[in-house]
């Protein structure tokens, strides 16, 4: 039933009910965690054999070196680049491998750009008065974390659903050479799980910019994080960016980490040649090389793109039913009530959960009381400032699945219950 149908007294008869339900869930005295995207402990388990690997007597890489011992190919072994092309749309010559996280290689290129400058720049960004990225919303914390910690002012881009707001984009990118560049998680975004259809990354490749240095963090995270047998697919950035005469449009990221092990996996970066050599010799200054041992245990556990898929089978056999599932509750607890609407992702690791206007904030308050943790409201937006505070992420992928049933129980009742005392607030009966 829409709460906003119901009469007053109606509504407030509601709301001391869910008052009760609420005592009486938090009653239970639960420690859930859903604040991140964490592979559960089964999902570790199917990589457990990389802790074997490569193995006492296999310490010799395809070009013949020890790869326990200091040794060139500054970008990573060969053999493990080759199984990634398909992941990031890269030949081998494109691709650099780093250490266990992506996210520090997007931190680094941020730290080469500010103090030195990119390929085709006027100047290091840090000669700038100010430096402004472009942030599709709902989006992913820690790309706008960095963007505060440089002090560089963002810019909130709504998404549609199948990409950001591509005339909002064009029309600013256009304008303001202040503009250096734009997060984007293009397949199965962080959290809303929708993935950028063929126009859109074919607008970004091409579309035209007051800065020469403009660039795309294309943050491909979850590009074979499929939840279905098949899954929309991807256009190539850095393809279409060269065809379109901005070869070096796109920095394109990902990892291994929820393919394989979480700490210690392989994060990497494609870019076009040019990129490619001018990250290499500023990398080069930071580190002799990154670890070769762990890319080799890696190149002898998946293989080839065949083993990365069957690996991602059985992380899908995890985790699909964990996504139907909080789908089922949802839809069971809220559906045509008003109180909140959700994502039905193909893909990815999150839930985009919008509730009524107003009320993030105090669902995740309520819902914390009761012993449910969830990525504090306004998270997912630049500042932490959610301007409608309605979005809140779910994260079905760590607890098991009674824990993870009993969160969202408890999340739906806070959702109804926070609804309910906004609309008697409306209605001057708070």
Known sequence: MD????????????HDRLQGRYQDFRARGLSLNMARGKPSSEQLDLS???????????????????????????????????????????????????DNSSLALMHDVIVYATLFGLPGGER?????????????????????????????????????????????????????????GMWCVPRFSNPTGEVYCAETVERLAKMPTAAPDFRLFWDNAYGVHTLTDTAPPLANILELSAQHGNPNRAFVF??????????????????????????????????????????????????DRDGIQALMAEHRRILAPKFARVDSMFSELLTGTGAATWTKP??????????????AKLVVALAKEAGVTVVPAGQTFPYSKD?????????????????????????AVCALLAATEKLLADRGQA
């Not at 199984?83 to 650099?96: H, K, M, R, S």
């Open 3 to 14: 709460l906003q149908s119901l009469s007053t007294e109606q509504l407030a008869s509601m």
């Open 48 to 98: 457990q054999r990389l802790l074997d690997l490569p193995g006492g007597s296999d310490a010799v890489s395809a070009s013949g070196d020890d790869i326990r011992n200091y040794f060139g190919e500054a970008q990573g072994l060969r053999e493990t680049r080759a199984i990634f092309t398909d992941l990031v749309g890269a030949p081998i010559e494109q691709i650099i491998l780093g």
């Open 124 to 180: 290091p960004w840090s000669k700038e008065e100010q430096i402004t990225f472009l942030c599709p919303v709902p989006g992913y914390d820690r790309h706008f974390g960095i963007c505060e910690g440089f002090g560089f002012k963002m810019i909130p881009i709504p998404l549609t659903g199948s990409g950001p707001d591509m005339e909002m984009v064009e029309t600013l990118t256009a304008s303001d050479p202040m503009i250096r």
């Open 254 to 303: 990902a990892s291994t980490s929820k393919m394989t092990l979480a700490g210690a996996g392989i994060g990497m970066v494609a870019a076009s040649p040019e990129h490619v050599t001018w990250l290499l010799k500023h990398m080069g200054r930071r580190t002799i090389g990154t670890d070769k041992v762990n890319q080799l245990r890696h190149a002898r556990f998946l293989k």
């Open 346 to 359: 193909e893909g990815g690791y999150f839930i985009s959960l919008d509730v009524m206007d107003g009320c």
């Open 387 to 411: 301007p409608r505070d309605r979005n809140i992420r779910i994260a079905p992928s760590f607890p098991g699945a009674d824990e993870m049933e009993q969160a969202v129980e408890g999340i």
